[in-house]
Structure formats: C-alpha cells, structure tokens
Nanobody, 119 residues
Framework: QVQLVESGGGLVQPGGSLRLSCAAS????????MAWYRQAPGKQRELVAR???????NYADSVKGRFTISRDNAKNTVSLQMNSLKPEDTAVYYC?????????????WGQGTQVTVSA
C-alpha cells in the first residue's frame, strides 16, 4: 500500500513563501502523475497543481504564476514551491497520484500539511 507523507506547511505572512514536500512509498512512483490538492475549512478539496511522470505541469488558475510543482523520481518525492502567498491559500495541502483529469487515484490520503497565510 502506498503511503503519502506531506510536510513543510506553517504560518506565513501574505506575500511570503513556503515549500511543501510529499514523500511517497512504493516502487512505482515514477510511472504516475502526481498532484497537490488543498482543502480549506468548509470547502471541498480542490486540485492545485499536477505533474506528469515526465514533468509536464498544469495549475489551477488561482495559483498560476505563483506556485511551482516539481518531482524527484529518484527520491520518490513531489514538491510545491508556493510564492506570493495570499490569505485565500490557507488550507490543508495533500498530495496524491492523479489521473489525466487531475482526479486523485489513491483512496488513502496522507495527514496533509497545514498552510496558514495571515498577518
């Protein structure tokens, strides 16, 4: 069973930056697209960014130009560099395998990492 462990969240002021990391267990990491999702209080989980197994990326409109997703297949990790953070980016962030439409493939999620953007 694949395990996902997210880290790197925290409290940051508007305009600040954070880098999130996700470590995935399992030997087939490199063949799957991976994605970051987030869930704000009272809202549904939404796709933030996706990266294919060969590094093609796409982003939600709300984060384009501010967030960058990357992966290291040798280390089974996927990262999310978040710059120019806004209060509306406050959420719990999760990673997961993703299909072509950006829907999560694994039913089991990690614990997520809390990002709070506040002055």
């Amino acid at each position: 069973q694949v395990q996902l462990v997210e880290s790197g969240g925290g409290l940051v002021q508007p305009g600040g930056s954070l880098r999130l990391s996700c470590a995935a267990s399992g030997s087939r990491f490199s063949i799957y697209a991976m994605a970051w999702y987030r869930q704000a209080p009272g809202k549904q989980r939404e796709l933030v960014a996706r990266i294919t197994n060969i590094g093609i990326t796409n982003y939600a409109d709300s984060v384009k130009g501010r967030f960058t997703i990357s992966r290291d297949n040798a280390k089974n990790t996927v990262s999310l560099q978040m710059n120019s953070l806004k209060p509306e980016d406050t959420a719990v962030y999760y990673c997961n395998r993703a299909d072509r439409q950006g829907l999560p493939l694994l039913n089991s999620w990690g614990q997520g990492t809390q990002v709070t953007v506040s002055a």
